[in-house]
């Protein structure tokens, strides 16, 4: 059974940052394997921050967090993280860890093509 769980979520300041992690288990990081951060703020619909593609690393980000979040992976210990810098109020969001197979779930990302969901961590940025 595929289960991701999400830490490091905290209250910060805006300008500030955050690194949110995500340990997988269950889950095969092969060639096909893409992981991605989603997040989710009340009364608006969950969106893909930033996606990765396990076996070349490609990353894919959302106009919103390009040149503030990084996501990267650790395969030998099946990790993936979300550097967030710059943080601004509008980043305030459950954030949430997921995966799935294929390199159309890592540039699309979108919701639905993803099957494998954590519980989410919370950011919060105050001004």
């Known amino acids: 059974q595929v289960q991701t769980a999400e830490s490091g979520g905290a209250s910060a300041q805006a300008g500030g940052s955050l690194r949110l992690s995500c340990a997988v288990s269950?889950?095969?990081?092969?060639?096909?394997?893409?992981m991605g951060w989603f997040r989710q703020a009340p009364g608006k619909e969950r969106e893909g921050v930033a996606t990765?593609?396990?076996?070349?690393?490609?990353?894919y980000y959302a106009d919103s967090v390009k040149g503030r979040f990084t996501i990267s992976r650790d395969t030998a210990d099946n990790m993936v993280y979300l550097q967030m810098n710059n943080l601004k109020p509008e980043d305030t969001a459950m954030y949430y860890c997921?995966?799935?197979?294929?390199?159309?779930?890592?540039?699309?990302?979108?919701?639905?093509?993803?099957?494998?969901w954590g519980q989410g961590t919370q950011v919060s940025v105050s001004s």
């Open positions: 997921a995966a799935d197979y294929g390199l159309s779930a890592c540039v699309r990302r979108l919701r639905e093509d993803f099957s494998y």
């Open positions: 990765i593609y396990i076996h070349h690393g490609a990353t």
């Open positions: 269950g889950y095969s990081f092969s060639s096909t394997s893409c």
